[in-house]
């Protein structure tokens, strides 16, 4: 019997970890069968885009995994990697490695953070003699984040250097801060101007240079940069970005060496760390080599760019006249050929309609189907593609011939918003080159699935209409709906209006369902959502986003008026269970946070889940 090694990614489009993808791939040959469970990531403005990454952690059912790797701080956010944990631990008992990222739960690969951050900022006052350096940390829900924070302030405060207020910006590990992180340094005045900038990583330093760039500060000529992890594109920057390599590929291969001989039975040390190599060049004003040096290749990505947009027109022209699944696959194979791949198989959910054609229940495409349909084949290397229709336990991921080759798969959530469509799997020697094309072929592709069911289910577009908007078992506001009124709110906070996100998780459900059945643990749902319903109005918005979990949207200044709407729903709680006469309790769990600015719903709903977790915690530490 195989031994099958699960990994967990938020993403495998991006440098760092195709790299630790690749390198795993490459250690688990011959000896475990591989498979990656990643996403396009968190695409767009849509909050709930996210939730690719969570849609993701439904497909595998992790009982027949011998080993996990997961790589925590690739996901769209902590919670989804809580969820994982909280999966891990419910459906199985076996070694869990996690890359780049300390969990005391579990066995960690890691680099030396601190150390490395602090050979950066010391060669920048020991080598360039600098006094004024700024740091832009990732985020600091990120334990990373928080030990490069501290290496700076250590290394600052070793030299007897003040670290004033504005000489610090949380970032958030991607390029959309630059400006911002920029405005902050410089505001301390010209007297107090930034002689070098630490960034937390590459993505973050990118985006610094460019926006000093943009105010015409030249860099290192004005004002030195730095980033973290040596990704590729730093090669292309003009200048080059200095920064320390974390080395990928090692990690990697470390993770797997590591599982190996936890499934020996050998005794491993819960932290391995590896060294992070310096590179000082270009933007932290040594010298080092240019970015001419890589004009042809940039040359080259230019070229496959221009081709990409021109392709994705003509794709996504085509993608909307198709009317069928049929019609979909076919224009989905067409396409494929502009990516490296061997075969993708299209596996799609069984959802059993009964209620017939003219009534839309979408409650079916919340969940994935116990059963799968192994739809259609497509092969790049037979250059061709074909339908089968077999149906397979999800548990077993694809059908159990096309899994004889020991080859390492990878697995797509096609997932749009709230509807599961069902997930691509993958089979490609070099995932490092799916490119970004890929992410927009398989967000084509489910696109494409929600509109062919849409147009199937138009008898009943009206009802659709009203029914898309609740959800059917508590008639409170479904997840679209919360995410129509979560976009409008965004508008009234940039008119200085904010709002609160309450989120609550209804405790015990799986109890109630498991010990009284699934009747009793839906009039447990409806008993909370009936509360929930009672203290919603104008300025508060109930919606079931999930299984057992609510969201309350609060338009309020004070934080004593989600205080009180807290209190109030234990109080209808507790006179519930008084007088429900159920032989169980009905108890819920409540976080919250307030959104301030019109750009900060995601951060503030994380905060809203972490509070509701934390009280979660408090509950169980005191039974």
Request: net charge negative.
């Amino acid at each position: 019997m195989s031994i099958r090694i699960a990994f967990f990614a938020g993403t495998i489009i991006q440098d760092y970890q195709s790299k630790t993808i690749r390198a795993i791939a490459q250690s688990v040959s011959g000896k475990f069968d591989l498979e990656i469970f990643t996403s396009v990531g968190a695409a767009g403005e849509s909050f709930f885009h996210g939730d690719n990454n969570r849609k993701m952690l439904d497909i595998p059912q992790l009982k027949g995994y011998a080993g996990i790797i997961v790589e925590p701080d690739t996901f769209s956010a902590t919670a989804v990697y809580e969820e994982l944990v909280s999966k891990i631990k419910s459906e199985v008992d076996c070694p869990v490695i996690c890359l780049r990222y300390q969990d005391d739960r579990f066995y960690n690969i890691l680099v030396d953070d601190y150390g490395a951050m602090d050979c950066m900022v010391r060669h920048f006052i020991e080598v360039h003699q600098f006094r004024r350096i700024c740091h832009m940390t990732g985020l600091l829900s990120l334990e990373d984040a928080r030990l490069r924070l501290k290496s700076y302030q250590d290394t600052m405060a070793e030299f007897h250097l003040p670290v004033t207020e504005h000489m610090i910006f949380e970032g958030n590990y991607w390029t959309d801060r630059g400006d911002a992180a920029v405005e902050w340094f410089l505001s301390d005045g010209t007297d107090n101007m930034p002689e070098a900038i630490v960034c937390a990583n590459d993505y973050m330093a990118l985006s610094v240079v460019k926006a000093l760039k943009k105010r015409g500060i030249q860099v290192p000529g004005d004002i030195c940069v730095s980033g973290f992890d040596n990704i590729a594109e730093v090669l292309y920057s003009d200048p080059r970005i200095a920064s320390m390599n974390v080395p990928a590929e090692q990690m990697g291969i470390a993770a797997v060496h590591v599982l190996e001989r936890l499934l020996h039975g050998e005794t491993v040390e819960q932290n391995t760390f590896l060294p992070v190599v310096p590179c000082f060049a270009g933007s932290c004003g040594c010298k080092g080599q240019s970015s001419v040096n890589h004009h042809a290749e940039l040359l080259e990505q230019v070229n496959y760019l221009n081709d990409t947009i021109r392709q994705i027109t003509y794709m996504n022209s085509e993608y909307e006249s198709c009317l069928t699944t049929e019609e979909l696959i076919n224009c989905a194979f067409h396409y494929s050929l502009h990516f490296d791949y061997e075969e993708a198989y299209i596996c799609l959910c069984v959802h059993d309609d009964t209620e017939g054609d003219d009534t839309v229940n979408t409650d079916l495409l919340e969940h994935y189907s116990d059963n799968m349909t192994l739809y259609s084949i497509l092969s790049r290397t037979e250059n061709n593609y074909r339908f089968c229709h077999q149906e397979f336990p999800r548990d077993q991921i694809l059908p159990e011939e096309h899994r004889t080759d020991g080859k390492p798969i990878y697995v797509f959530p096609l997932h749009y918003k709230n509807n599961c469509y069902g997930y691509v799997v993958l089979k490609t020697r070099h995932p490092e080159k799916l490119s970004r094309f890929f992410i927009l072929w398989l967000l084509g592709i489910v696109a494409g699935m929600n509109r062919v069911y849409l147009q199937h289910k138009n008898k009943a577009f009206l009802q659709f209409v009203e029914q898309s908007r609740r959800d059917a078992l508590t008639e409170l506001y479904n997840r679209r709906e919360f995410e129509n009124i979560l976009r409008r709110r965004r508008y009234d906070a940039s008119k200085n209006n904010p709002f609160f996100i309450m989120s609550l998780d209804m405790d015990g459900l799986k109890m109630i369902n498991d010990t009284y059945g699934h009747l009793e643990g839906d009039n447990a749902l409806k008993a909370l959502a009936d509360i929930l319903k009672n203290v919603s109005g104008d300025n508060v918005s109930a919606a079931r986003t999930g299984g057992d979990e609510f969201l309350l949207c609060i338009t309020a200044r004070d934080e004593d008026v989600p205080r009180r709407i807290q209190a109030e729903i234990q109080r209808m709680v507790d006179e519930y269970n008084e007088t429900s006469g159920k032989p169980y309790l009905l108890s819920v769990s409540i976080g919250y946070s307030n959104c301030v600015t019109a750009n900060d719903i995601s951060k503030c709903m994380e905060k809203a889940d972490q509070n509701m977790y934390a009280s979660k915690f408090a509950k169980k530490k005191n039974r």
